[in-house]
Every structure is written in C-alpha cells, then in structure tokens.
C-alpha cells in the first residue's frame, strides 16, 4: 500500500533548460542532483519530461542508460518525452543527455537524474523439483518463444502512436505484484516485470492507449497474449488470456477490446498480467495512469 501512495508521488518536472547552457556540459552541475523535488524517480516509475526548447530542432532526442528516449512537442515551445526507469536500474544518479538536432546545428543539454531505490516485496517459495525445472523439450519451447519476443520489443514503430491519457485495461483488484522477486528452492528468479490484476475470467481487456498489435501469442509462461506497440519504444503486453480479439498489424484504439481475462500459460487463477516497456525500461504500468497527460493531447501532428 505503501508503494501505491509512493506512485501517487509521481511527479511532472518541468526543466529550465535555459538555465542549464549547453558550455556547462559534460559536467552537470551538482545542484541537479534530483534533490527537493528535481529530477528524480523510483526504480520502476516513469516521469515526464518536459523540456523548453529554442527554435525549431528537427528532432529532440533523449539519451539515459544508454536507453534512446524521444521526444516530441508537448506546447511550442516545449518539448515532452517519457523517461522510464527500469525496474533494476541502480539506485544514485545517472546523466539523462538530451540532444536537440537542428537543420545546421545541434544543441546538448545534460540533467542529473537520481533513481531511488524501491523495496519491492520478496517471495520465498520451497516446491518440488519436477514443479520448478522444465523439461527439455519445455525448455527449447521457452527459449524459441524469448527470442520471439525480443524480436519484436526490438523493431517498436519509430513514430508515436499513442496519445493523452492512458487507462487500466481491466476493472480489478490490484494485487502489487509488480518488481516482486521469487526466490524459488534458494534461487532468485526474474523480478515479475508486469502487474497482476485479479479479475473474473472473460472479463474485457482493452488497450491502454492507441497502436498497434505487433504480436498475438500463446506462450508457454505467458499463455494467449497480446503485445501493442504503440510507437516511440513503448510497448504494452497482456498475458494469461482466455481469448484474443486481434490479430497480428491490426491497428487498436485507446479502450478497444483486445481479449478477455483467462489463466492460460503458467497462472494460478483468472488474473491479467499487464506490463509496460518504455524504451526498454520495465517500468510499473500504473505510473503511466499518474502523469497528467492532457485528453487528446499532445496534438497529433499529421492526424
Ligand atoms: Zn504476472
């Protein structure tokens, strides 16, 4: 519960990038340090970014922890971008480099940006061998359906799809699994990279926001599920379902029914695993309903 109020806390930092000129770089000066309330997130939360900009750059361009962030108009001149950070992403501060492309110049600015540390629960477990290891031919099948999957987190649609505000895709029961590591017979798995919803089975499950489906699957963990991308590196996946209503390239729109609420795959009960990707980041998929993302915007150049 705790953790929720700490996502309430999620905050819209707003740069004063004129204050920071770009002669000051590479180093960044210390009082950016993400204290009182600057730049500064938990591991697995995502802020918005917003940048005031000179002129007309063609293109602004964020870079942290080697992960590329766009970013695009918010209200001239300011720009917004998306920074997520990973759900492992060490703890202190990190150098967020943001460049500003012009038709004949480029521009660079550079912000400290302090990740905290989140305490995510840990889960000890103590189950039968045969229950834990998977059998060779279970084994080929997960490591096929990994490469699958990174295929496509790999070739996300380099323009922005979504936009405004996004919604849960389920009505249902929170359940703060997301970052919980299980240590199974004394090893440590994977950290759970998604939230676990609890809702009856055949309940509705929408997209988040606009895109398209990049992947439908029914996967050995994940059972029948759906993989929205919904442009700019960022990536939306739903698991365990009992049924999926789109197919591969189909294009969806923010609230439209995307499959039904299941335990396929590896699941105890009904419940959706919903997970987020932001430019590679595993971010908590409930930080992106705190921003206050305007509805119908940003505008949609081009639409
Ligand atoms: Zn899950």
Known sequence: MKRRA?????????????????????????????????????????????????????????????????????????????????????????????????????????YNVLVMKETYPVQHLT?????????????????????QVQAVLATATQERLWHGGFIEPVQGTMTGAFGRVRIINGQPRSPHNGEDIGAPLGADVVAMNDGVARLTVDHFFSGKGVFLDHGFGFLSMYFHLSEVAVRDGDSVK???????????????????????????????????LKLSLREGEPSDPGR
Do not use: C
């Open 6 to 110: 700490d996502l309430i806390a999620v905050m819209v930092i707003v740069l004063m990038a004129s204050v920071f000129p770009v002669h000051l770089l590479p180093s960044a000066p210390q009082e950016m340090r993400g204290t009182d309330g600057q730049l500064s997130g938990k591991q697995g939360q995502v802020l918005l970014v917003k940048v005031p900009v000179d002129g007309q750059p063609k293109s602004v361009t964020g870079l942290f922890l080697k992960r590329r962030i766009p970013f695009f108009v918010d209200s001239a001149p300011q720009y917004m971008g998306l920074l997520g950070i990973d759900l492992e992403d060490a703890p202190g501060t990190h150098e967020l480099i943001i460049d500003l492309h012009y038709p004949n110049a480029r521009r660079r600015l550079s």
């Open 127 to 147: 189950l039968p061998r045969d229950k834990v290891d998977l059998d060779e031919e279970s084994l080929v099948r997960v490591k096929a359906e990994q490469d």
């Open 254 to 288: 923010r609230g439209q029914v995307i499959g039904k609420v299941g335990a396929s795959g590896r699941a105890t009960g009904p419940h959706l695993h919903w997970g987020v990707r932001l430019n590679g980041a595993r971010v908590d998929p409930y930080s992106l």
